[in-house]
């Protein structure tokens, strides 16, 4: 049976997030336009009532992208990346989450719906009510393209598994897990997964209502 994910699980896993976007912040080693927009991401959460819960939009979808994260451990091994902190304290819930896909049917891709699927935990229509910023766990299986998209929020990822090729722009290369990607304001992205499935956490600000669209 699917449980629901606790609130108290999911504090957890935010504040594991917001202490590795702050470790990145502290250590000064990040590109002049990701650390402004990680210490963005910082202020805005610092500002969201996490004592006030939704906990219908906690509940569990029981989205089919969930067996595309079989393969994932429910523990790390060991954890020998930055990173794993904040995958450790997403795995073990990761059939609890409140999985959702919301772009219509694509007649190229007829189960795209059913292999990718975003699991947001704040922003306007999440557990946790903000209507500055967002943020939330991407889960794309492997071998799937997440085709051409834009929305008009600034983007932050944080790669936590998989290496998947992504477009930004006219630019195209892998990125290994503990990349941290910046998607500007409307910029044309596309996201390619590997032999493993990919799971990213993400982060809007700006227009955090206007929903992503795929290109035509």
Not at 82 to 101: G, I
Request: charged letters at 20%; a negative charge; hydrophobic letters at 45%.
């Amino acid at each position: 049976m699917t449980m629901t994910l606790s609130p108290q699980a999911a504090l957890v896993a935010i504040d594991a997030l917001r202490r590795h976007f702050a470790q990145r912040l502290a250590a000064r080693r990040e590109r002049p336009e990701i650390a402004a927009e990680l210490a963005k991401v910082l202020a805005l959460l610092d500002t969201v009532d996490f004592s006030r819960i939704d906990a219908e939009r906690l509940e569990a979808s029981g989205h089919p992208v969930v067996t595309q994260l079989q393969a994932l451990p429910r523990v790390p091994s060991a954890l020998a990346r930055p990173t794993d902190a904040v995958l450790a304290a997403f795995l073990p819930h990761l059939d609890a989450l409140p999985w959702r896909y919301s772009y219509a049917p694509r007649a190229d891709a007829p189960d795209i719906g059913h292999r990718m699927a975003w699991a947001e935990l704040v922003g306007p229509i999440a557990p946790f009510k903000s209507d500055e910023v967002c943020l939330g766990l991407t889960a794309i299986g492997p071998g799937l393209l997440y085709p051409a998209h834009r929305h008009p929020a600034v983007e932050t990822y944080l790669v936590l598994h998989g290496t998947a090729r992504w477009t930004t722009g006219q630019t195209t290369c892998p990125h290994p897990p503990g990349t941290l990607i910046l998607h500007p304001s409307n910029i044309v992205h596309a996201m390619e997964a590997g032999d493993e499935p990919l799971l990213a956490a993400y982060a809007w600000t700006g227009d955090v209502h206007t929903l992503s669209e795929y290109l035509s």
